[in-house]
């Protein structure tokens, strides 16, 4: 079956919220992604947003919201240049000011798998749903397909998987996952770029070891 990584994103959640978001120098947020002509900034629901429109998707997004701070991208290396870039930004700013205490992070990961010997609804049908169902023979022409697992994976009192199965666009044979790995662990501020590089190694090993055979054996 062949495998791959679609996306990475790192979320960390403040210590205490950021009552006023610092206001980031216009020229350094539209260089961000190298291609000031494809990145967009500006205020959302959720705070102040960069987000570059190029040719990929999910598109590479960095959000720092009152409650949050989060990167996004195809590429791991990517997100640790954001986040690096970022913090460095933030420091300058607010002259060394800004308070980067977390009181719980993310490591979150999306994937996909194809090449399933079924059509992928039905694949997650039988898998996940058939079982619990009571299937009688007036319904065994019943065909049943799914198109949304959700469910989590309680690691341990701090720490949890929280997991969404669909099958893949446009792959009839292809199932997708968005695995987030919530830590409710205090960071004394933003990790170092090797750091995080570390913690997603780490995740990843788990989810190729353990976590793929739960979800596909």
Same mark, same amino acid.
């Given at each position: 079956?062949?495998?791959?990584?679609?996306?990475?994103?790192?979320?960390?959640?403040?210590?205490?919220?950021?009552?006023?978001?610092?206001?980031?120098?216009?020229?350094?947020?539209?260089?961000?992604?190298?291609?000031?002509?494809?990145?967009?900034?500006?205020?959302?629901?959720?705070?102040?947003?960069?987000?570059?429109?190029?040719?990929?998707?999910?598109?590479?997004?960095?959000?720092?919201?009152?409650?949050?701070?989060?990167?996004?991208?195809?590429?791991?290396?990517?997100?640790?240049?954001?986040?690096?870039?970022?913090?460095?930004?933030?420091? #300058?700013?607010?002259?060394?000011?800004?308070?980067?205490?977390?009181?719980?992070?993310?490591?979150?990961?999306?994937?996909?798998?194809?090449?399933?010997?079924?059509?992928?609804?039905?694949?997650?049908?039988?898998?996940?749903?058939?079982?619990?169902?009571?299937?009688?023979?007036?319904?065994?022409?019943?065909?049943?397909?799914?198109?949304?697992?959700?469910?989590?994976?309680?690691?341990?009192?701090?720490?949890?998987?929280?997991?969404?199965?669909?099958?893949?666009?446009?792959?009839?044979?292809?199932?997708?996952?968005?695995?987030?790995?919530?830590?409710?662990?205090?960071?004394?501020?933003?990790?170092? #770029?090797?750091?995080?590089?570390?913690?997603?190694?780490?995740?990843?090993?788990?989810?190729?070891?353990?976590?793929?055979?739960?979800?596909? #054996?």
């Amino acid at each position: 079956m062949d495998y791959k990584i679609v996306s990475y994103s790192f979320v960390g959640v403040w210590q205490k919220p950021i009552l006023q978001i610092p206001l980031l120098d216009k020229k350094f947020c539209m260089d961000l992604f190298n291609d000031p002509y494809n990145t967009n900034t500006g205020m959302s629901n959720g705070g102040f947003v960069i987000n570059y429109q190029g040719k990929t998707n999910p598109s590479p997004t960095v959000l720092i919201g009152p409650e949050r701070i989060m990167f996004l991208s195809q590429e791991l290396e990517q997100v640790l240049d954001l986040l690096e870039k970022i913090k460095a930004e933030l420091l #300058k700013v607010t002259n060394n000011n800004f308070p980067m205490k977390l009181k719980a992070y993310g490591i979150n990961t999306e994937h996909e798998w194809v090449g399933l010997d079924m059509q992928s609804s039905s694949w997650l049908s039988k898998k996940f749903v058939i079982g619990g169902l009571n299937i009688k023979e007036k319904h065994k022409n019943y065909q049943v397909l799914t198109t949304d697992i959700n469910f989590q994976i309680i690691l341990d009192q701090n720490q949890k998987l929280v997991i969404l199965l669909q099958p893949r666009a446009n792959v009839p044979n292809g199932i997708f996952a968005s695995i987030n790995h919530h830590k409710d662990e205090i960071l004394e501020t933003l990790p170092e #770029k090797d750091t995080l590089n570390e913690l997603f190694k780490e995740e990843i090993a788990l989810i190729k070891k353990d976590i793929s055979n739960l979800i596909l #054996k």
